[in-house]
């Protein structure tokens, strides 16, 4: 099977040769994230423009050729479930805590997210009710109240509430509009900059994002051999079963930019990076001097890659949002169920995709900064990712037949700090490259917050 239209879509937002999309081959498989919307074309594209970048990136390193990439429905299938696949000394994590659920309005339903103790506290803070509130609390107060209403209490409060809406009611709303007007993701040349002398070792990547869609991305970049440092606010606590599903690869270690000790410490890391990634909502960043402009005026050169949930405009830009918020918002979980019983989609792909659409620009950055230099601006929304898949894919083509998909083959183990894993291997396949990551997570936050030697 030759390239995809879709991910030739992708590698042209990216800036990307064309002639290189004959390097790509696929390999269908029966089961592959089955769904009413094209999941596995969207995953297809994503995985295989990463490939793709990653391919470009380490040949014009090496001073040759680009090579064949491989993308395999079972290896991005797999790779797409990655948090469900994991264990931990054989114990399967907990993806959803209980107050992260649709809920039954007067008018509607409502979807709530709740996995993090301080959203948690602003949801039951919004409603009324203590913070151990039990499902069934909930579930009487919300069912004689409106969803939208519910929504816009639960947002000003800091919390995380949506109303199912169906596709023609998100094109309708003024956020839905905004985030029609623009491509599934952006990139910009901001300045001038002289290229990057080569050195040795990958590149320098700070890693300011939480869950999902930017731990994948780095994650991804980390495979690849780039020095990914994730630094968090030592405030904010973190989840250990996503930690330790995106922590491959990586270090992590704990900053507080508020403390001027640590502040100085960051800006020493930012002295020396080459790539920031960031996944806070728009604006929370600012006051930190961490806007992408701020960063490469600050660091002429620098690749920034930002990611919000809505977009970082229209009403809804300062809100935050998770991957099954925006399947709600923007009528995916209408098309997938109904109206009455919403569906989702089979993995969290808005997710998933998104992060390697990240990695394949951030590597694209890389290759074209060193060519031709520059800062670059890269700028990812799960809604865009969304709107791409709702209305920019194509329907999907029936599945090949055949038994259906074991994911068997696309899982490794290993031990870690945090115990024996069992883990999902990358998607990002080409000649030459890595099949796993160097170095399994480590604990949360214990890492020295210095750069490795370069060499």
Same mark, same amino acid.
């Given at each position: 099977m030759?390239?995809?239209?879709?991910?030739?879509?992708?590698?042209?937002?990216?800036?990307? @040769?064309?002639? $290189?999309?004959?390097?790509?081959s696929y390999?269908?498989?029966?089961?592959? *994230?089955? #769904?009413? /919307?094209? =999941?596995?074309?969207?995953?297809?594209?994503?995985?295989?423009?990463?490939?793709?970048?990653?391919?470009?990136h380490a040949a014009t390193r090496a001073g040759r050729p680009v090579g064949g990439v491989q993308v395999d429905d079972g290896a991005v299938a797999t790779a797409f479930h990655s948090e469900r696949h994991l264990r931990i000394d054989g114990r399967a994590p907990v993806n959803f805590?209980?107050?992260?659920?649709?809920?039954?309005?007067? @008018?509607?339903? $409502?979807?709530?997210?709740?996995?993090?103790?301080?959203?948690?506290?602003? *949801?039951? #803070?919004? /409603?009324? =009710?203590?913070a151990d509130a039990t499902v069934e609390e909930v579930a009487e107060l919300l069912a004689a109240r409106p969803a939208h209403e519910v929504e816009e209490t639960v947002y000003a409060a800091g919390g995380l509430a949506v109303a199912l809406r169906t596709p023609g009611e998100w094109a309708a709303h003024p956020q839905g509009a905004a985030v029609a007007a623009r491509p599934v993701l952006t990139r910009e040349r901001v300045d001038g900059a002289a290229p990057r002398a080569?050195?040795?070792?990958?590149?320098r990547v700070l890693d300011l994002t939480r869950v999902l869609a930017g731990p994948v991305a780095?994650?991804?970049?980390?495979?690849?051999?780039?020095?990914?440092?994730?630094?968090?606010?030592?405030?904010?606590?973190?989840?250990?079963?996503?930690?330790?599903?995106t922590g491959f690869g990586k270090r992590s270690a704990r900053l507080d930019l508020r403390d001027g000790a640590d502040r100085r410490t960051f800006d020493a890391l930012l002295a020396e990076a080459d790539v920031v990634v960031t996944g806070y909502r728009p604006?929370?960043?600012d006051r930190f001097g961490l806007a992408p402009q701020a960063l490469t005026e600050r660091r002429p050169g620098l690749v920034v890659a930002s990611l919000s949930a809505w977009g970082a405009y229209g009403p809804w830009?300062?809100?935050?949002?998770?991957?099954?918020?925006?399947?709600?918002?923007?009528?995916?979980?209408?098309?997938?169920?109904?109206a009455a019983e919403p569906g989702a989609l089979p993995a969290q792909a808005l997710d998933h995709g998104t992060g390697y659409l990240i990695a394949a620009g951030v590597l694209r950055a890389l290759t074209d900064q060193a060519a031709y230099g520059g800062s670059y601006v890269l700028r990812y929304a799960l809604a865009q990712t969304a709107g791409w898949l709702v209305n920019g894919l194509a329907r999907p083509a029936p599945q090949p037949s055949g038994a259906p998909l074991e994911p068997a083959d696309w899982l490794a183990e290993t031990d870690s700090a945090l115990g024996r894993l069992r883990h999902a291997l990358s998607p990002v396949s080409f000649a030459g490259g890595p099949a796993d990551w160097a170095r399994p997570p480590g604990r949360w936050g214990a890492d020295a917050p210095v750069w490795l030697p370069r060499g």
């Open positions: 030759t390239h995809a239209p879709d991910a030739a879509a992708v590698w042209d937002a990216l800036g990307g @040769d064309p002639a $290189l999309l004959s390097r790509i390999r269908p498989r029966a089961g592959a *994230l089955p #769904a009413r /919307l094209p =999941v596995i074309e969207l995953a297809r594209a994503c995985v295989g423009a990463c490939a793709l970048a990653a391919a470009e805590a209980p107050l992260s659920r649709f809920w039954r309005t007067a @008018d509607g339903l $409502l979807r709530t997210h709740a996995n993090y103790p301080h959203h948690r506290e602003r *949801l039951c #803070a919004a /409603l009324g =009710v203590g080569a050195r040795g070792g990958g590149p780095t994650r991804t970049l980390a495979l690849l051999g780039a020095d990914v440092l994730r630094v968090d606010a030592p405030q904010l606590p973190e989840d250990a079963d996503t930690h330790a599903d604006g929370a960043l830009a300062g809100r935050r949002g998770f991957d099954s918020l925006v399947q709600v918002a923007t009528g995916i979980a209408a098309i997938e169920g109904a």
